[in-house]
């Protein structure tokens, strides 16, 4: 189990029945990066994983 695995639960288990936008994220992930600037890449790098989840060509 990753470390991470602890705080995607804590989500699942705490948000698990909501329903959110696309848009709601993406403002989520924005103010975390303005608060937290040393994660811009990670937050980019998940960012772009899920736009492009569909995408064949990779």
């Keep these: 189990m990753y470390f991470t ?3 995607i639960e ?3 288990q705490r948000r ?3 329903e959110v936008s696309l848009g709601w994220l993406g ?3 924005r103010e975390f990066v303005d608060l937290n600037p040393e994660f811009e890449t990670p937050v980019e ?3 772009t994983w ?3 989840l ?3 060509d990779e």
């Design 27 to 29: 403002e989520r992930l």
């Design 16 to 18: 698990g029945e909501e």
């Design 45 to 47: 790098r998940l960012a």
């Design 54 to 56: 569909d995408d064949e």
């Design 50 to 52: 899920l736009a492009r």
């Design 5 to 7: 695995d602890r705080g």
């Design 10 to 12: 804590e989500l699942v």
